[in-house]
């Protein structure tokens, strides 16, 4: 069963000093109330627990079952010195193994393809699709072996979804139960049926952990991205007093591993019990027909972020500005009934998703260790964060944008690309995109200063980011 640690109660619980004895863990690691060393973030040593102790035990997203539309298709996953095949053995199963063979350890298959068999590049050792072994070359030259002993050693791969995840440690508990309570929250949003709309991963100069952070917590978005809710978009000046003073209030809430945040409305409003994410509730300030704040505030999203929202929604909010709203309906209220006419006039499927769903929903969930999830209507986001090799102050940071397909699509199969670059700057991810990773150096040089010594984090707001901590330690330091 899920623990939820209500965001109000967190100040006055004793739940920020972890789950571990504190004298298991080195004082530089060491986690405080709402306070995070630095040295978490820093330090090669660190990093190198967190891929032995923690990626290695703990069940990481590896791709879409899409990206495998058809037997023999392959992914490679790496993080750190490990790399897993993710193979489609045939059109009802998805095996993966340790990347390597048996011979002299060569890596079998880089990046993505498609084969018949895994042939080892270096001696031409093979392999069926369901790791037995097919051919060992000379074989009556060397010292006799079962065919299960030569055969590729097997990683735990299980899906939910539309997703395929991997886990190294044969005695984990199942993935539905470690993702618990996501997959019942992520029901309604139908992420099987959606596809990938783009996938790119770029290169970014901090932790694999301050990546994610950014995207973990909304405290930053007026200082990040002051024209969210400006009439004029294309003014990214810094925020106003009386912006900061009335930005969105975005508490976080931690479950047993797993955390995420919500925007619930105005910091100066009055926060009920029941407050929660309302897709009707959206706009532009300094805007007076409520129609078009509405369809500004999707359009904005949709052009600049290619994601979340989708063409459907931008025309939706494109009829909005000119529609006759009935007074007893919200702007809000209004668009989403003209999007739902159009999804469902396209064959798309539509599930009615009650308040109390999109509440328990948020705006993005961490899946504990390194993905983030976005949930929309039709849409959503997919953020995944790797360390780059053993480098502290390197990662790999990818984003992809996942729409909702029709239901005459359901079955079609289609060969899927994403992109990597180098340099962030080169991915054309937009501006709001461009302003957050552009602060991922920045975070990085001030974190080495030696006046900084931790996160100092809210404890409303930023909780996310600390739960992260707190549940790694459990991996790095209880065995």
């Given at each position: 069963?899920?623990?939820?640690?209500?965001?109000?109660?967190?100040?006055?619980?004793?739940w920020?000093?972890?789950?571990?004895?504190?004298?298991?863990?080195p004082?530089?690691?060491r986690?405080?109330?709402?306070?995070?060393?630095?040295a978490?973030?820093l330090?090669?040593?660190?990093l190198?627990?967190e891929l032995?102790?923690?990626?290695?035990?703990t069940?990481l997203?590896a791709?879409?079952?899409?990206?495998l539309?058809?037997v023999?298709?392959f992914v490679e996953y790496e993080?750190g010195?490990?790399s897993?095949?993710?193979v489609?053995?045939?059109?009802?199963?998805?095996?993966?193994?340790?990347?390597?063979?048996?011979?002299r350890?060569?890596?079998?298959?880089?990046g993505?393809g498609r084969?018949g068999?895994?042939?080892c590049p270096f001696?031409?050792?093979r392999?069926n699709?369901?790791?037995?072994?097919?051919?060992v070359?000379?074989?009556?030259?060397?010292?006799?072996?079962?065919?299960?002993?030569?055969?590729l050693?097997?990683?735990?791969?299980?899906?939910?979804?539309?997703?395929?995840?991997?886990?190294?440690d044969?005695?984990?508990a199942?993935l539905?139960?470690y993702?618990d309570?996501?997959p019942?929250i992520?029901e309604?949003?139908?992420?099987?049926?959606?596809?990938y709309?783009?996938?790119k991963?770029?290169?970014?100069p901090?932790?694999?952990k301050?990546?994610?952070?950014?995207f973990?917590?909304?405290?930053?978005?007026?200082?990040?991205?002051p024209?969210l809710?400006?009439f004029d978009?294309?003014n990214?000046?810094?925020?106003?007093?009386?912006e900061?003073e009335s930005r969105?209030?975005?508490?976080?809430?931690?479950?047993?591993?797993?955390?995420?945040?919500?925007s619930?409305?105005?910091?100066k409003?009055?926060?009920t019990?029941?407050?929660?994410?309302?897709?009707?509730?959206r706009?532009?300030?300094?805007?007076?027909?409520?129609?078009?704040a509405?369809?500004?505030?999707?359009?904005?999203i949709a052009?600049?972020m290619?994601?979340l929202?989708n063409e459907?929604s931008?025309r939706?909010?494109e009829?909005?500005?000119?529609?006759d709203?009935?007074?007893?309906v919200?702007?809000?209220?209004y668009?989403?009934?003209?999007?739902?006419?159009?999804?469902l006039?396209?064959?798309y499927?539509?599930?009615?998703?009650?308040p109390?769903?999109w509440?328990?929903?948020?705006?993005a969930?961490?899946?504990?260790p390194?993905?983030?999830l976005?949930?929309n209507?039709?849409s959503?986001?997919?953020?995944?964060?790797r360390?780059?090799?053993?480098?502290?102050?390197?990662?790999?940071?990818?984003?992809g944008?996942?729409?909702?397909?029709?239901?005459?699509?359901?079955?079609?199969?289609?060969?899927?690309?994403?992109?990597?670059?180098?340099?962030?700057?080169d991915?054309?991810?937009?501006?709001?995109?461009?302003?957050?990773?552009?602060?991922a150096k920045?975070?990085?040089?001030?974190?080495?200063s030696?006046?900084?010594?931790?996160?100092?984090?809210?404890e409303?707001?930023?909780m996310?980011?600390?739960?992260?901590?707190?549940?790694?330690?459990r991996?790095?330091w209880?065995?």
């Amino acid at each position: 069963m899920s623990v939820v640690l209500e965001p109000r109660l967190r100040g006055k619980t004793p739940w920020f000093q972890g789950d571990v004895p504190a004298d298991l863990v080195p004082e530089k690691y060491r986690l405080d109330r709402a306070f995070v060393p630095k040295a978490r973030y820093l330090d090669p040593e660190f990093l190198r627990l967190e891929l032995d102790k923690m990626f290695r035990r703990t069940w990481l997203m590896a791709c879409r079952l899409e990206e495998l539309p058809g037997v023999g298709n392959f992914v490679e996953y790496e993080i750190g010195s490990h790399s897993i095949l993710i193979v489609r053995e045939s059109r009802a199963s998805v095996r993966a193994y340790h990347n390597a063979c048996r011979h002299r350890g060569t890596r079998l298959a880089r990046g993505r393809g498609r084969v018949g068999s895994l042939i080892c590049p270096f001696h031409g050792w093979r392999w069926n699709l369901d790791g037995s072994i097919r051919l060992v070359l000379d074989r009556e030259e060397f010292v006799p072996r079962s065919d299960d002993d030569l055969g590729l050693v097997g990683v735990r791969a299980e899906t939910w979804g539309g997703f395929v995840f991997i886990n190294m440690d044969p005695d984990a508990a199942p993935l539905l139960e470690y993702l618990d309570p996501i997959p019942r929250i992520f029901e309604p949003f139908q992420m099987e049926n959606m596809r990938y709309r783009w996938l790119k991963g770029v290169i970014l100069p901090c932790n694999w952990k301050t990546a994610l952070d950014g995207f973990l917590e909304a405290y930053h978005v007026l200082g990040t991205h002051p024209q969210l809710h400006r009439f004029d978009k294309s003014n990214t000046n810094i925020a106003s007093m009386q912006e900061l003073e009335s930005r969105v209030w975005a508490p976080t809430t931690a479950y047993e591993r797993h955390a995420y945040y919500a925007s619930v409305g105005r910091k100066k409003q009055t926060i009920t019990d029941d407050a929660g994410k309302d897709p009707a509730q959206r706009g532009t300030d300094n805007v007076t027909d409520e129609r078009l704040a509405v369809a500004l505030s999707v359009q904005y999203i949709a052009d600049d972020m290619r994601g979340l929202e989708n063409e459907r929604s931008w025309r939706a909010a494109e009829a909005l500005k000119t529609a006759d709203v009935p007074k007893d309906v919200s702007a809000g209220q209004y668009f989403l009934e003209l999007y739902k006419n159009l999804s469902l006039a396209e064959g798309y499927d539509w599930k009615e998703i009650t308040p109390q769903q999109w509440a328990e929903a948020g705006t993005a969930w961490n899946v504990f260790p390194n993905t983030i999830l976005l949930p929309n209507q039709g849409s959503m986001f997919m953020y995944r964060a790797r360390p780059n090799g053993f480098d502290p102050d390197s990662c790999l940071f990818e984003i992809g944008s996942l729409d909702l397909i029709p239901m005459a699509d359901y079955d079609k199969k289609r060969q899927f690309q994403p992109e990597y670059f180098e340099n962030w700057r080169d991915a054309d991810l937009g501006e709001v995109f461009n302003q957050d990773l552009s602060n991922a150096k920045e975070v990085t040089v001030g974190m080495h200063s030696p006046s900084f010594d931790g996160h100092r984090l809210s404890e409303d707001q930023e909780m996310t980011i600390y739960n992260h901590h707190r549940v790694a330690d459990r991996f790095i330091w209880n065995g």
